[in-house]
Structure formats: C-alpha cells, structure tokens
C-alpha cells in the first residue's frame, strides 16, 4: 500500500492524467501527464482514496489504486540519432548507462544522451530536489562504453561537467579493452604491426590479435604519452574523455574496467536473491603467448591498421540483461566477423533473449544464424536522419521479422466469412521512425529579448551569411516544433514485458505487451 513521503510505482499500463499544478519552480504546466507501467512517483499525501503524487514535473491526484510498491526492470533506449545510448534502472534503484551517443555537434536528431539523463535527473524525477528524496546527487551506478566509436562514447564527454560539479556521480566505468592510438605507425609484416588499435601481433589473418589493451586509469596515464620505445600513444576524443575521468578517480568517478566474456557477469551485477544480473557475453579474449587479446577481424595491411572499423565494432561489450524469465540483450555494434567469434566461444542458447537491441544501428552486415539464436520478440533499432549509411537496412528488416516465427495469442478473429487466429507478431522499433515535428508556416521573428525583428533587416542577414541550398521568400519558410522525441520504453517485473513509445498526437503512449 503505498504511503505518504515515500516512493511509489504506476500500477497500469498507461494512462494520462490533468496536473494540479507544475512541481518546483517549473512554470510550465502540461495540459495532461502520461504515466507508463513502472514510472516513479513521490507519494505527497493520500486522502481516503486518492493520491497526490509529484511525478515529471507536476503534481498530479490520482486514485490510490492506480500505484504500487514495487519497482520494474526499466531500460530507456535513447533518441541520440545516428549512435546509441540506453540507460537502465534496476529494480534495487542502480542505474547504468550502455553508450553515450555521439557529441551534441554530431547528433542528428538535435539529442543526446545527456540531455536525456537531465531530464531524468531535474524533470522526470523532480521529486529529488523538491522533497530531497534520496539526496541531491544522481548516481550512475555503472558506465559502460561498448567500444571506442564517438557516436557510442562521444555523448559521455558532456556528461562530465556533471560529474565535476558533483551533481552526478559515476560507480565503475566499463569498456572493451580496445584504445584508440596515433603515432608512428607500421604495416603488419612479420607477424607485428602497429596501428590505430596499438600493436597486433599474430601470423596471418584471421590469426592476428590486437594485444595493446587498457584495463584500468594507470594504463590510460601510462600510455597517454609517446616513449623511446613506443612512438605512438592514447590520442583524439576517446583518449580526451578516459583521461578526462580519470582526473576524476576517486572523485565522482569510482574507477574503469575493462570487461569481457571470461568475467562471465558484469561485475557486482551477478545473480543474487531473485534480482536482475547482467551476463557478459562478449568481447571474448584470446590468450596469445599467456596474455589476453582480442582477435584482429580487419584484413592485415596498411589501410586496415589506419581504420580498423571491423575489428573497434566487433569487439564490444555485449550485454544481457536476466530479470526471473526475461531477457534483455544489448549488442552494441557487432558484425559478421565477431559474430563469428561470439558463436566459436559462446553458445548459440545464451543469446536467445526477448528484447534485443539491433547490432550496429541495423546494418545488415549480420550472421543470419547469430539473428536465429537470439530471436527477439521485440527489437529496438538505434539510427538517425540524414547519415550516410542508410540504417536500418532493408535487409536486416526482413532477416530479424523472417527469422522469428509468429505465435498464437489465443482467441480468434472474425468478420463475414473470414475466421483467423490471433498472432503476436515480432516487434521492430526504431528511434528514427519514432520521432516526428509538426511543421508551421513562420509569420515572424524574435530576437532573443522578444523583440520582433523586421523584414527588411531579416533579409539583409539573410543575405550576409552564406547558405546552402536554394533560397525561399520569407513567406514560404517553414519551422518545426512539437518534437516528438523517439525514446523507446521497455518494462518488466520479469514474468510480463511492456514496450510503449510516445504517440505523435497527444503525448501519450502507444504499449504492446509480452508475456514470457
């Protein structure tokens, strides 16, 4: 039953509701607040039957029977464009974040994975600060940076200035092993070369092994800078961020990790009591002359060791989220070659899940055998407008609905003459069609006082700036507004799975449920 001046938790699927008032110092009051299954709410007071709650940033009433007290398996996957980014609450109140999205400046839905977590820290549980629930601080429990790409890292870096003024703090930081190097560089000849990834040491491909890997901060300092014997060293935006936590170890940052299959669960993350855990399930290290390595998927040679994209996707840390019966599969950007891999040292059985999140934004450079083992009831795909790689990919649409076969919902359905059974058929979404504007023609505009800005100056620096692309008379200009943000929400008390995603018309949430 829930209490006043405590947490509680939505009991229903979803349902919207009109807010007493705005929460804090928010002057903005919505018109109506959806809540989907599992969304926290402070409990403020309860009389007789009803309920007002503090819950994204407005008081709401609403019936007592309407709340519970126990809290869900909860994974957001988040609109960051072309990149990923996941943030998942356990039901022991952790939070981890899986990837960090691109940089703001490379973001092509105007979002990151910060701002997302802002707006879970200062809006969606507004609570915190105004009843100072749970302390000013939010922890991100756990950090987990799949492999060294920037639309999987980048959005990390703008996290730190939370970090630096204490209003978040990091657990461990997690990641595959790989760095990313600049300096001298060799072709791979003679069983060595050095490249992008460091040292690769081997006889010929498919036998090669990347054998430079970071473990923990003491490697990042060690090899932040160039020696006599080793003229190359940690460089660009993933070598600026891990040495940018690593200023802050011990200080917002609890410490870095590297993870990989033979760990067999993340680690303080491994089964106990009926929680959730999280098994890894890849990148798998080999052992080349007594010492750990991951395997070079790239084709050995000068080009290959520049940008050895096979070998930085193929090896990221895969995750698996259990909760009772439920599983949750995170797969950060894995191709054919490290599926490959996966398979040789994995069992197919253990990535067989119910929720899985595409391989590499839906590229379909995938085994069809590793789609077969995991066949997912739903899967979320993470890409963005106007990117060069054309993701999802056709192909990889039909193999994942081809691959998964339809199942009875029980019941029938009919009309005239035409009698069928129901089916649940597998679920595809994706953050890129999730998201959509509502266009206006533009009648005026405001500088940022709110002074109106006339025609004829608007033209004049229309004219001085340069532009690509047609030009249009002013009357013809239209402007977006009403964002429709492409969040997708997973839900589960580990027997039962809700997927729900914001309906484009009135703010509220489109849910299909999954019964394991």
């Known amino acids: 039953m829930p209490t006043a001046g405590q947490l509680a938790y939505f009991a229903r699927d979803t349902k919207s509701y009109k807010p007493l008032r705005a929460a804090l110092r928010f002057r903005t009051v919505k018109e109506k607040v959806a809540l989907l299954w599992g969304d926290p709410v402070y409990v403020i007071a309860i009389n007789g039957g009803q309920a007002t709650v503090s819950a994204k940033g407005h008081h709401l009433e609403l019936p007592v029977t309407d709340l519970m007290d126990t809290p869900l398996l909860c994974v957001f996957q988040i609109d960051v464009g072309q990149g990923d980014g996941a943030l998942v609450n356990f039901p022991d109140g952790r939070w981890m974040m899986v990837d960090g999205g691109p940089p703001k400046k490379s973001s092509n839905s105007g979002r990151i994975a ?11 549980q507004s609570w915190r600060k105004e009843f100072l629930f749970g302390g000013p601080r939010f922890v991100l429990d756990a950090v987990v940076c799949t492999h060294p790409d920037e639309d999987h890292y980048g959005g990390f870096e703008a996290m730190i200035k939370r970090v630096r003024s204490r209003v978040l703090d990091y657990g461990m930081v997690f990641h595959c092993g790989l760095g990313r190097f600049r300096g001298q560089a060799t072709a791979f000849e003679n069983g060595r070369g050095v490249g992008q990834l460091g040292e690769v040491r081997g006889t010929a491909p498919p036998d090669a092994y990347v054998t430079t890997l970071l473990d923990d901060f003491n490697d990042v300092r060690d090899l932040s800078s160039e020696t006599p014997a ?23 940052v609890g410490g870095l990790r590297r993870v990989h299959r033979g760990l067999g669960h993340l680690p303080s993350y491994e089964p106990a009591d009926g929680g959730a855990s999280v098994a890894l399930l890849g990148p798998v290290e080999e052992p080349l002359n007594g010492q750990p390595a991951l395997r070079y998927l790239d084709t050995a040679g000068a080009s ?3 940008d050895p994209s096979l070998t930085r996707n193929g090896h990221s840390v895969v995750l698996r989220i259990d909760y009772d019966r ?58 963005g407008d106007n990117e060069s790689y ?35 058929a597998p679920l595809m979404y994706s953050t890129e069609l999730s998201r959509s504007i509502e266009l206006f023609d533009c009648f005026a505009v405001f500088d940022e006082q709110d002074q109106r800005i006339p025609k004829a100056s608007l033209q004049a620096v229309g004219r001085s700036r340069r532009a690509e692309g047609p030009r249009a008379p002013f009357r013809e200009w239209l402007l977006g507004t009403r964002m429709v943000y492409g969040l997708i929400n997973v839900r589960t008390d580990g027997k039962r799975i809700l997927l729900g995603v914001l309906k484009e018309s009135d703010s509220s949430f489109q849910v299909e449920e999954l019964s394991v």
């Open 326 to 383: 439920v599983r949750i599969l995170l797969t950060g950007d894995l191709n054919f070659r490290s599926q490959a891999v996966l398979l040789k040292h994995v069992p197919a059985a253990e990535f067989s899940c119910h929720v899985a999140k595409a391989c590499h934004h839906g590229s379909d450079d995938v085994s069809a055998t590793f789609l077969e083992a995991m066949s997912p009831w739903a899967t979320m795909i993470s890409s």
């Open 390 to 424: 054309a993701h999802p990919r056709a192909k990889i649409l039909g193999l994942t609905g081809a691959l998964n076969k339809l199942r009875k919902e029980g019941g029938q359905i009919r009309f005239l003459d035409l009698k069928e059974d129901r089916y649940a």
């Open 304 to 306: 290959s060791m520049k």
């Open 230 to 252: 080793r003229p190359w060293k940690l460089a660009g935006g993933y070598a600026r961020w891990l040495q940018g936590l690593a200023e802050l170890e011990g200080s917002g």
């Open 114 to 124: 910060a701002d997302f977590l802002d707006w879970k820290m200062f809006v969606d």
